[in-house]
């Protein structure tokens, strides 16, 4: 007898100590019940045994594909959980083989073997191999082990056995939430989502903070920045998850009326990081993430970034940094963000012709003297409102 399973294979979590491996194997599994929930899936048993996790589910090929975009899955693998003889082995592998390939393909056996058994996985490639040759080979299909059309997968673990033809790849990375905390200035541009995206990866709860600047902006603004948060809602494994809107417009105000022309931005985004670090304080994340790519434009020069960092009472994370534009699209296209990040939207009508691309502190915190600062910032962070997405 047969059974449907999904395997699902880490690759980073196999590296770590086992009481590591086992908190993160059961957030990984968390995370799986809730995407599976999510995606109408309610029936779903999650087990463990080395190096896998295995999945029982009513539809194993919809959970396979819908826990594709769950950070921490290296690979899945969609197939059938059989007896782990070499009998057993040689004829369902064969089943399976007889009912994927196609006439004049060609194919390839794969095999792993973990424990005891009297066979090696020579052994089942051989065998599986000469089988599905003798019933095939009148089709025009042949062996080929470099670069074959079609490969049956077989894992002989103890009793059992497991055969698949199908592997999906994952993200990779770590579990979502399992590095702790962090808060993203997020513009719904190109940029800030692909940041926030890879902090993710990277096993950050990433809290999106984004910043209203209406008037100074237009609504579309607003909704674009919702939409493009919608659409990193798809790999975040909770049930609820926010967007933290901050009220810009009066600091703007402030910001416009008393601080000089060429460092209106630099004054801006300095508010931004105060705001920033306050709401990663609240929420007891430990930095901030931004999408700034070095030299893109005027606030990310190296100067520029250091007139920014200066205020930030927290860490400051930028894996964009040495991407150039043509790279976070591509990112942005893979992640499936970019549609929603070009839609067009009024942006800040007060960016100056000509910024201070090589600001000095000293001269920053002087304009700035003629600003509340803490009070703007205070009663910027007491206003923050959330949107459940």
């Not at 599905?132 to 059309?149: C, I």
Request: aromatic share 6%.
């Amino acid at each position: 007898m047969s059974e449907e399973v999904v395997l699902v294979a880490y690759s980073e979590i196999a590296l770590k100590s086992w009481p590591v491996r086992k908190m993160l194997e059961n957030q990984l599994t968390r995370h799986i019940k809730t995407v599976l929930k999510r995606a109408g899936i309610t029936q779903a048993n999650v087990g463990r045994m080395h190096g896998r996790l295995i999945l029982k589910s009513s539809d194993s090929l919809k959970s396979a594909e819908a826990i594709a975009k769950i950070f921490g899955i290296a690979l899945i693998m969609p197939g059938l959980k059989i007896k782990g003889s070499l009998e057993s082995i040689v004829l369902e592998s064969t089943k399976m083989a007889v009912q994927t390939i196609n006439p004049q393909q060609t194919f390839a056996v794969d095999a792993r073997r973990i424990g005891t058994q009297s066979f090696v996985s020579r052994d089942i490639e051989v065998k599986v191999g000469a089988e599905v040759l003798e019933q095939l080979s009148k089709n025009g299909v042949r062996v080929n082990l470099d670069n074959p059309d079609v490969t049956i997968h077989v894992e002989a673990r103890g009793e059992d056995g497991y055969i698949y033809h199908q592997i999906i790849k994952g993200l990779g990375g770590l579990p979502f939430g399992s590095q702790g905390k962090l808060v993203s200035l997020f513009s719904g541009g190109i940029d800030s989502p692909v940041a926030t995206w890879f902090m993710m990866k990277r096993g950050a709860n990433v809290i999106p903070l984004f910043f209203d600047q209406r008037p100074f902006v237009g609504d579309d603004y607003y909704e674009k920045a919702k939409n493009v948060s919608l659409g990193l809602r798809q790999y975040v494994p909770l049930d609820h998850y926010q967007l933290n809107v901050a009220p810009m417009g009066e600091v703007m105000k402030e910001i416009v009326e008393k601080i000089p022309t060429r460092f209106i931005c630099l004054a801006c985004k300095r508010m931004m990081y105060r705001i920033a670090c306050g709401l990663a304080e609240r929420k007891r994340a430990c930095g901030i993430v931004t999408g700034e790519s070095l030299g893109q434009v005027a606030s990310q020069t190296l100067m520029n970034l250091k007139v920014l960092d200066e205020v930030s009472t927290l860490p400051v994370y930028r894996p964009l940094i040495g991407f150039d534009k043509e790279e976070c699209v591509e990112l942005a296209k893979k992640i499936g963000t970019y549609k929603l990040s070009i839609t067009r939207a009024h942006g800040c009508s007060v960016v100056p012709s000509k910024p201070a691309t090589k600001a000095r502190i000293d001269d920053v915190q002087r304009a700035e003297e003629r600003l509340d600062v803490k009070g703007l910032k205070d009663e910027t962070l007491d206003k923050i409102a959330t949107i459940s997405l």
